[in-house]
């Protein structure tokens, strides 16, 4: 069951994102004072299938493997159509502003010349498909690429453009697989072959957690480690109490203040502002993890968020049940029961010397999409989680009636179960880390 379940999700998942749309944007840099507004609309509902690709079962313990997500729009779950078109901060715009913020005079007049005669502007209307995985064509772009002026790898822009069906998108992992330490199962040991980013300093740097659908069984965690690609970075979540889903108990963890703290009350966190450059608690700047993008990631609307990020726009509504993110997982087995895994994407927008665009307007945080992974156990799940929770017992009782053999019997069975599914027996595909060819070698 363990094994199946990891290597492709038989739970019904869910992506929902919901956009902000920016009502107002003109009176923002009209020097009118007026505070930006924003109107949530959404959500867009994607049913969400990963699979673990290109699989290699490694002598250490560990298997090294690549994750391939799928997303299939679910329109009667969604409250609008991908149709449905979105004004905001136009991403290019923003990024290239921001890249040549520190540059020097000649290279900000000559993005602002370029800008000023490809008829740019600060804010853009597009379908809610276009800015999420189909993407858009962008002139800007285009030029700023051929000059490297951007990092951003792609000929198109979107949110999440060029990673449905992909399974290098997210990178290669290398993971414990348990066959050594059980209460190692699930956790990650390198990302990309190296066991840090280069995206932060010190502890921040490190590959730390499991990627949230595999987890060991649980001592007495106060906190989980859950690594997140998309940022470059892990995120803890605290442990709050033991609840039941689907007559299962579990533990549950959220995120809390300082799962997004820069340092402030959580000294292990400084080194995500090493030069003291960022902003008030309550977002983790990921520019470095998105190709120079200015982006920042909160929770959404701002929850537990410093209040001056919601008191210079409008349209924010925090709310503790809607915005939390929470995980319950069952202690013995590690399985998730109920998992709700949520943040939210801003843009950051300031003031930029020699660029006309950018002359009158106030640094802001702006507010793009926010979006939230769901996942619930089924009826069938569960009652095999429930079997095989009461599988021991039933043993010990029936066929010892001692309770130590019982146990050790139950214990070595599990090993040799774990062991024979995460090793397997065939032969399984290499990824190489030198020269990405794929290689076949036996597993024995």
């Known amino acids: 069951m363990t094994y199946s379940m990891w290597q492709e999700t038989p739970i019904p998942m869910y992506f929902k994102f919901y956009m902000f749309n920016w009502t107002n944007p003109h009176e923002f840099y009209s020097s009118s004072g ?68 520190y540059k020097n005079t000649i290279i900000r007049k000559l993005a602002n010349g370029l800008m000023v005669r490809l008829g740019e502007k600060l804010v853009l209307t597009k379908s809610v498909n276009a800015l999420i995985f189909e993407g858009f064509n ?106 039941t889903v689907q007559g299962l108990t579990g533990r549950k963890y959220i995120g809390d203040k300082s799962t997004l703290d820069n340092g402030e009350t959580v000294v292990a966190r400084k080194c995500y502002c ?14 470095s993890c998105k190709f120079g993008a200015p982006a920042f990631v909160s929770m959404p609307h701002f929850y537990l968020a410093d209040p001056s990020y919601r008191d210079a726009i409008t349209g924010m509504l925090p709310d503790e049940k809607k915005h939390k993110s929470s995980l319950v997982l069952e202690p013995t087995t590690g399985i998730p029961l109920l998992v709700k895994a949520q943040l939210q994407l801003n843009l950051l927008v300031e003031p930029v010397d020699g660029m006309s665009m950018f002359e009158n307007i106030t640094k802001t945080y702006i507010p793009m999409l926010w979006f939230t992974q769901e996942a619930n156990l089924t009826d069938t799940y569960a009652n095999k989680v429930q ?34 599914k995460w090793r397997g027996e065939e032969s399984q595909v290499l990824i190489s880390k030198y020269d990405g060819d794929v290689r076949r070698r036996d597993d024995t």
């Not at 299939?72 to 905001?88: M, P, R």
């Not at 987890?215 to 979540?237: A, E, G, R, V, Y």
Request: charged share 15%; net charge neutral; hydrophobic share 40%.
């Open 34 to 101: 007026v505070k930006p507004h924003f109107q949530e609309m959404g959500p867009y509902v994607f049913r969400e299938i990963d699979y673990k690709e290109n699989q290699t079962w490694n002598s250490n313990g560990t298997v090294t493997f690549q994750r391939k997500k799928v997303w299939i729009f679910e329109e009667s779950l969604s409250n609008g159509s991908l149709t449905d078109e979105i004004t905001n901060l136009n991403p290019i715009v923003a990024t290239l502003g921001f890249s040549v913020k």
């Open 274 to 287: 090493p030069n003291g450059d960022c902003g008030p608690s309550g977002t983790l700047n990921i520019s």
């Open 387 to 420: 079997l095989f929770l009461i599988l021991p017992s039933l043993g010990t009782v029936t066929f010892f009636g001692i309770a130590g053999i019982g146990i050790l019997i139950f214990f070595i069975g599990l090993f040799i179960y774990i062991r024979q």
């Open 138 to 243: 962008d002139t800007l772009l285009d030029i700023a690429r051929k000059m490297k002026v951007t990092k951003l790898p792609y000929s198109k822009f979107g949110w999440f453009y060029a990673r449905n069906g992909s399974a290098s998108y997210d990178g290669v992992f290398n993971m414990l697989t348990g066959a050594n330490n059980l209460y190692e199962m699930g956790i990650l040991k390198e990302w990309n072959y190296s066991n840090r980013t280069k995206n932060y300093e010190g502890s921040c740097g490190m590959i730390d957690g499991t990627l949230g659908d595999f987890w060991p069984p649980l001592q007495d965690n106060k906190t989980l480690s859950l690594f997140i690609p998309d940022i470059c970075t892990s995120l803890t979540l605290s442990f709050v109490n033991t609840t």
